[in-house]
T-cell receptor, first 117, second 116 residues
């Protein structure tokens, strides 16, 4: 089974509107972390936001927020007030296992976001 | 802080030659570094996990004799693609795990390898 599933290969959003990128995950480990990364055409991976499995509140970082629904095993990324510079690939990732004893991340297949002017 | 560099950023080589890619953590000590491979329009695929001073752990299907990994110090890991072939052309990305923020990995800018 896929550890991380991103079902939207491509998304369009109008500039200044909000957009939600979907991510579901699969793990039986009670300790895990969820990440979102942005990858522009230059290729660099840019960290956006993090949610720990024990965090009580949804993570927020500026225009980014993570809609964490633990029972549904979903960790959707919400980008508010989209900007043209938000056009990029977005990857959801999971660290499985305790913070100090994990050995790999799992990445989803990515969602290509296009922001229209 | 937590900057990871990769060198070279882009390399073109002839089939049959070997290519070394360096991954450095510039302002922190990285006990663990990861090497990923990314084909166009695809996700990152973990190739191996590199721990300082020990042998790398390779993912299933990754040939360890072809992709040699050396993590000789807490700030440097190298990936050598031996006897490269056109199918090895890809984007290679390293990341490093910091002891200060162990839950996160910091990515290098990537190396685009083209084998002619």
């Amino acid at each position: 089974a896929q550890k991380i599933t991103q079902t939207q290969p491509g998304m369009f959003v109008q500039e200044k509107e909000a957009v939600t990128l979907d991510c579901t995950y699969d793990t039986s480990d009670p300790s895990y972390g969820l990440f979102w990364y942005k990858q522009p055409s230059s290729g660099e991976m840019i960290f956006l936001i993090y949610q720990g499995s024990y965090d009580q509140q949804n993570a927020t970082e500026g225009r980014y927020s993570l809609n964490f629904q633990k029972a549904r095993k979903s960790a959707n990324l919400v980008i508010s007030a989209s900007q043209l510079g938000d056009s990029a690939m977005y990857f959801c990732a999971m660290r499985e296992g305790p913070i100090y004893n994990f050995n790999k991340f799992y990445f989803g297949s990515g969602t290509k976001l296009n922001v229209k002017p | 802080g937590a900057v990871v560099s990769q060198h070279p950023s882009r390399v073109i080589c002839k089939s049959g030659t070997s290519v070394k890619i360096e991954c450095r953590s510039l302002d922190f000590q990285a006990t663990t570094m990861f090497w990923y491979r990314q084909f166009p329009k695809q996700s990152l695929m973990l190739m191996a996990t590199s721990n300082e001073g020990s042998k790398a752990t390779y993912e299933q299907g990754v040939e360890k004799d072809k992709f040699l990994i050396n993590h000789a110090s807490l700030t440097l890991s190298t990936l050598t693609v031996t006897s490269a072939h056109p199918e090895d052309s890809s984007f290679y990305i390293c990341s490093a795990k910091s002891g200060r923020s162990p839950d996160e990995q910091f990515f290098g800018p990537g190396t685009r390898l083209t084998v002619l």
